[in-house]
Every structure is written in structure tokens, then in C-alpha cells.
């Protein structure tokens, strides 16, 4: 099966802090890979590693490989503009911008040049029926996004992940700012998606992991202490 992202001894420090210690992890291409663990173990840290979300903090240091498709992340060629055009990211609490619904879906993809309307008008539907909220959006895409529910919201995010065509979708505990009716549309919505993508997310809620992911890591201070198909790590 092949990889999509290799991590190799990856040692990550937040000033004198060792956050993730020696971390070696492959992500397979087109599965959902978990990472679970109690707070404050690095999965959070390792996750924003995959695409350089800890290039913004201060005092970081980090030593070790991520090797997305074959090429190192950290190289200094690396346009990391293009990384998380690649490799997107949806965080723990829902939010989209204070635009329209159609705004911030066409957001990323004005970012990187498209101006056609119409090339537009099929990138904001196809990327909210992909996430599943087209049919409950359509008739309302110039309203503000910040008046849907926070399902609703979170699934926004989702599209507008999309929206940029990335090959990777990073996850940031996505559910837990949710309902549970919420948390189950988005947690169908993932396996659906993983046909086109290769998914990674980080939850606290081992059911969850347990549900929808091929492969679970189990975080432990720092250390990834397990690792393997979801079947056999539970």
C-alpha cells in the first residue's frame, strides 16, 4: 500500500519544551488515518507538522523528515503556499470567514488566479456537494456564512478545503466542537471522502477513531506509542 507522507524521526521542540519525540509514521494514500491520545500528548503538534501550520509559531525547532510524495516538506525550496494548497487543513472550531457562503468557498481558488465566474460558480457547488451541504445551502450561497449552524459551519470548512484541490485533508479534532447528529454527518461525510483524498485527523473520542479510520496512533507525552490498522490497535 503506498504512502502518501513518511514522518522520520521527527523531534519537535517548543523552546525548551520536547514536544514530539522521535515520531517515525507513514500515512497511506486514500485511507483515514487517527491520532489519539489525552491532551496535550502531540497529536495536535504532529499534525501540524504535515504542513508546516508550525512554521507560525515562535521558538519552534524542528529536526527529522516529512516527506510528502516523495520530496522533504522542510526543504527551504519548499513554497509552502503551494504545501497547504496541497495539503489543507480544518481546525477544532468551526470558521469561516465574515463573507458569504459562495465567498468563502471561492476564496482559496481567487487566491491562487481563478477569475472566471462560471469557472468559480462550479468550483463553490461542486466543492459544498462534496461536503455534503449543497442541498441545504443552495438557495441562500450569497447569505453570510457565519449564519449557519455549527454543523453546517464545519462543513463550510470542509468545502473550502476543498474548494483548492488538495491531495491530503488534515482534520483538528473536526467533531468536537459538535452535536452528535452533526458529528455523524461529517464522520460519513470523511468516509466518503477518502475515495479522493488521504485523510489524517486528530480526535480524543476513541469511538470515533474506532468508526471511521484504517489506521489509528496512539500519542502518548510527546511519543507515538502505537501504531497500526484501527482493528488491531483496539
Known amino acids: 500500500m503506498e504512502n502518501k507522507i513518511e514522518a522520520r524521526h521527527l523531534n519537535l521542540y517548543y523552546g525548551q519544551k520536547h514536544a514530539l519525540k522521535d515520531v ?3 500515512i497511506k494514500k486514500n485511507k483515514i488515518t487517527a491520532f489519539i491520545g489525552p491532551s496535550g500528548c502531540g497529536k495536535s503538534t504532529f ?3 504535515l504542513n508546516r501550520m508550525n512554521d507560525y ?3 519552534v525547532k524542528i ?3 516529512v516527506i510528502l510524495d516523495g520530496e522533504d ?3 527551504s525550496r519548499v513554497d509552502t503556499t503551494l504545501l497547504r494548497k496541497k495539503v489543507g487543513m480544518v481546525f477544532q472550531q468551526p470558521n469561516p470567514f465574515p ?3 459562495y465567498d468563502n468557498v471561492a476564496y482559496g481558488p481567487r487566491i491562487h488566479g481563478i477569475k472566471n465566474k462560471k469557472q468559480l460558480d462550479k468550483i ?3 466543492s459544498l456537494k462534496a461536503a455534503a451541504l449543497y442541498d441545504e445551502v443552495s438557495d441562500r450561497l450569497h447569505s453570510s456564512a457565519l449564519g449557519l449552524s455549527g454543523g453546517q459551519q464545519q462543513r463550510l470548512c470542509i468545502a473550502r478545503a476543498l474548494a483548492v484541490q488538495p491531495e491530503v485533508i488534515l482534520l483538528d479534532e473536526p467533531t468536537s466542537a459538535l452535536d452528535p447528529i452533526s458529528t455523524l454527518k461529517i464522520e460519513e461525510l470523511l468516509l466518503q471522502l477518502k475515495d479522493q483524498y488521504t485523510i489524517a485527523i486528530v480526535t480524543h473520542n476513541m469511538q470515533q477513531a474506532s468508526r471511521i479510520a484504517d489506521y489509528t496512533a496512539f500519542f ?3 511519543e507515538m506509542v502505537e501504531y497500526g490498522s484501527t482493528k488491531d490497535v483496539f
Open 24 to 26: 517515525s509514521l507513514d
Open 220 to 222: 502518548l507525552v510527546g
Open 47 to 49: 499534525l501540524k507538522t
Open 99 to 101: 463573507m458569504s457562503i
Open 57 to 59: 509559531v515562535d521558538n
Open 73 to 75: 516538506i522542510y526543504d
Open 63 to 65: 529536526e527529522g523528515d
Open 124 to 126: 463553490v457547488e461542486d
